[in-house]
């Protein structure tokens, strides 16, 4: 494993556990971790080929071209990475609109569901031991 896929993958389990902590305190900064945790795993997923992005609207294409239409992943799980990058844009950038604590639970399952399946389609490289939500 590179080290750059290795760094990804220990942010991706601390950041989850971050969203998590998150979760009854502040929906808006749990949702944001949430995001995050699924950015960095799935960055270290692509770091194993190589490959690296510098805008996150080119690893959400990386994600659907390489992961979901592949078929390693359903589309369900693209649709949920979708999904995180909009509750995160309304965490971050809602200004007076806010996460609500539903939708900031649904973003801490779908990372937890996404980081899953990082670990899933990589056993050799990634363990899944981080927990579940």
Not at 79 to 89: E, F, K, V
Request: net charge neutral; proline share 3%; glycine share 6%.
């Amino acid at each position: 494993m590179t080290e750059e896929a290795k760094a990804f993958w220990e942010r991706a389990v601390r950041t989850l556990d971050a969203a998590r902590k998150n979760l009854l305190i502040d929906p808006d900064t749990a949702a944001s971790r949430a995001y995050y945790a699924a950015l960095y795993a799935v960055s270290a997923h692509f770091a194993l080929q190589g490959k690296s992005f510098e805008k996150h609207t080119a690893l959400e294409a990386a994600v659907h071209r390489d992961l979901v239409r592949t078929g390693l992943w359903p589309k369900e799980l693209g649709a949920a990475y979708t999904r995180l990058m909009q509750i995160r844009a309304r965490g971050d950038y809602g200004g007076a609109k806010h996460v609500s604590p539903d939708a900031a639970d649904e973003a801490v399952r779908s990372a937890a569901e996404l980081v899953r399946a990082v670990a899933q389609v990589n056993p050799a490289e990634f363990t899944d031991s981080f927990g579940h939500s």
